[in-house]
Nanobody
Framework: QVQLVESGGGLVQAGGSLRLSCAAS????????MGWFRQAPGKERAFVAA????????YYADSVKGRFTISRDNAKNTVYLQMNSLKPEDTAVYYC?????????????????????WGQGTQVTVSS
């Protein structure tokens, strides 16, 4: 079992930056694959980024490549999403997710069903 708590969301102007954090409970955080998803009003939850349990493999949605960076600190049981050059279309509720599966393929880590644990979400609003 793992519990996830996101933080770091807020209101920012286009072109600005935010860093989201996801703090996880439990002693086995380092064995979980982690992902970030987002959901805008009226839209389905969409993949943003994922990182393998070791941190050695990362994946990004095409829409955020080159602007967002996912990282993790297993000593602090925390995963981060650094978001730069934010655009109004990045506005959404951002969710952190964790998976106990050892699979690290993009096809697996890019879908919500891969993850068994979810945080409550944090709102990110980018003004134009």
């Amino acid at each position: 079992q793992v519990q996830l708590v996101e933080s770091g969301g807020g209101l920012v102007q286009a072109g600005g930056s935010l860093r989201l954090s996801c703090a996880a409970s439990g002693r086995t955080f380092s064995s979980y694959g982690m992902g970030w998803f987002r959901q805008a009003p009226g839209k389905e939850r969409a993949f943003v980024a994922a990182i393998s349990w070791s941190g050695g493999t990362t994946y990004y949605a095409d829409s955020v490549k080159g602007r967002f960076t996912i990282s993790r600190d297993n000593a602090k049981n925390t995963v981060y999403l650094q978001m730069n050059s934010l655009k109004p279309e990045d506005t959404a509720v951002y969710y952190c997710a964790a998976s106990r599966s050892p699979i690290t393929t993009a096809q697996a880590m890019g879908v919500p069903s891969f993850y068994g644990y979810w945080g409550q979400g944090t709102q990110v609003t980018v003004s134009s």
